[in-house]
């Protein structure tokens, strides 16, 4: 990467040799200084090669291998890079100066997606380039008639140096997706057709799930039999909320929501609660389902679920033991859990959220959990959300109490292990009431699998005897710093 240190290894690698021969000329002059022998190393040999393949080999141009020959002859080592240090651009940005922009993009927090890869992070929601840049001013540069960082110059660096977004969402863009299009971009005739079928089968098996969700949506409400639920969390909400740069820079306490849409008569729970009183893993999800699912009417006996695929909080054995469970002490006679291809999860939920998110950027100012309930039961006027005050008494330690009853290893009969992380169904039935039935494609083949310890019998944990949460969640020293 270093100019300099490429020069010197290419230096080393050009021999000069002095003029054997040279055509008479006028005034005797000649500005030829030397003949240049160039060589390239490889397993162990050092071969000879032209000027040309020199240039070629190493991918630079001949006028570099000129200035680096002609240094040669006259020096006893490769030339400087005296490229950016001429005089004629007095306005240049400073190092010093883009090292202050780029500590002041790292003071604000970040925070990491449960789907997006590791190395993308994510800034506040709120937060936008030009807005930081307004911030960087305000810092820095307050009361300047004109300030020495442009926002292009701003936005230059925070586009090259890091790898930062703003809000945290809820699915990613669909990986195979992406692959697809980049391949069809760069294809030749004869793959073309292929990768068009690929692409045309892969989009087949995503909208089966909308498929399945707008089948289950109609029977359910013809059905009063059948209930067909979807659920998400929402994007965590800030406390406090307010219209002051400093807090972008502070780490703030978050409200959690958690949506249930009931598709047979478009009602909405909405689950909230502060970060000091539970997280939000497999055990909260459980919980909330389980505070819904009580006061289903009677007559329902079959159930559809849809979610999307989050391993920690929706796709996981412990709300495979919750619904298994549900199944076997009789509350249902069959419950079908669908979730969508990675990309194409786009939920009721989502629209329910995006009401909130409407709602939200009309509020100037938010200092309790109990504000933003209000804030989201108003976000829609024509049935309003119901919004669930959580307590610690409603969140059970699930995954402790169901460990008793269910194996850590599943395997089929033919000693094939269980994959829930492939899982596009998953059903549990009376009619097959020893088993859970998985599909790995929506329309694909039922992988039958036990996974009830041998002589056990599951049921439902007693609240009192299971609490998860005796204590606050304790936050971080820097967060209760900021908070204060």
């Not at 020959?69 to 001429?86: E, M």
């Not at 094939?416 to 899982?423: D, G, K, N, Q, Y």
Request: glycine share 4%; net charge positive; proline share 5%.
């Amino acid at each position: 990467e270093d100019k300099e240190l490429q020069d010197a290894h290419l230096f080393g690698l050009i021999r000069p040799n002095a003029v054997k021969r040279r055509r008479p000329r006028a005034g005797g002059n000649t500005s030829r200084l030397a003949t240049y022998t160039y060589t390239v190393r490889s397993v162990g040999k050092t071969e000879t090669v032209c000027q040309r393949a020199f240039a070629s080999l190493h991918g630079i141009s001949i006028g570099r291998v000129r200035r680096i020959a002609k240094a040669s002859a006259t020096a006893i080592c490769a030339p400087k890079d005296k490229r950016g240090q001429h005089r004629t651009r007095p306005l240049v940005t400073s190092a010093s100066t883009k090292m202050q922009i780029e500590a002041h993009i790292r003071s604000f927090p970040v925070i990491k997606s449960h789907y997006s890869k590791q190395r993308r992070k994510y800034l506040s929601p709120l937060l936008s380039i030009a807005e930081m840049h307004r911030l960087y001013i305000d810092k820095y540069e307050q009361g300047a008639d004109k300030p020495s960082v442009s926002y292009s110059c701003y936005a230059k660096v925070f586009n090259t140096k890091f790898n930062l977004g703003f809000g945290q969402p809820h699915t990613d863009t669909c990986p195979t997706c992406e692959k697809l299009k980049n391949e069809l971009a760069s294809a030749d005739v004869c793959r073309l057709a292929t990768i068009k079928n690929e692409q045309k089968e892969h989009l087949h098996t995503a909208e089966q799930f909308y498929n399945s969700l707008r089948l289950n949506t109609s029977l359910a409400k013809q059905d009063t039999s059948v209930q067909t639920l979807t659920f998400d969390f929402q994007q965590n909400l800030p406390l406090p909320h307010l219209p002051v740069g400093d807090m972008f820079y502070m780490q703030q306490l978050w409200m959690y929501i958690f949506g249930i849409h009931s598709c047979s008569d478009n009602q909405v729970k909405m689950y909230c609660w502060p970060e000091t009183l539970a997280k939000r893993g497999s055990d909260e999800v459980v919980s909330c389902l389980h505070h819904s699912l009580c006061i289903v009417p009677e007559g329902v006996t079959t159930l559809f679920l849809f979610s999307d695929g989050c391993p920690g909080q929706n796709k996981n054995s412990n709300v495979m033991h919750y619904l298994y469970t549900l199944v076997h002490t009789g509350k249902f006679s069959k419950i079908t859990h669908v979730f969508p291809v990675r990309g194409h999860s786009f939920l009721p939920n989502d629209r329910d959220f995006g009401r909130t998110e409407m709602k939200k950027r009309k509020q100037e100012r938010i200092y309790t959990c109990e504000q933003w309930m209000e804030v989201i039961r108003k976000a829609r006027i024509r049935k309003p959300f119901e919004v669930v005050a959580c307590n610690n008494t409603m969140f059970l330690d699930w995954s402790a109490h169901f460990s008793q009853f269910f194996k850590k290893v599943v395997k089929d009969n033919t000693k094939r292990p269980l994959h829930i992380s492939r899982a596009r169904v998953i059903e549990y039935s009376n009619a097959h009431p020893t088993e859970v039935w998985i599909r790995y494609v929506p329309e694909g083949e039922w992988y039958k699998f036990s996974i009830v310890k041998r002589n056990a019998t599951p049921h439902l944990p007693e609240p009192a005897n299971a609490k998860k949460y005796t204590a606050a969640v304790p936050l971080k020293d820097k967060k209760i710093k900021d908070l204060r």
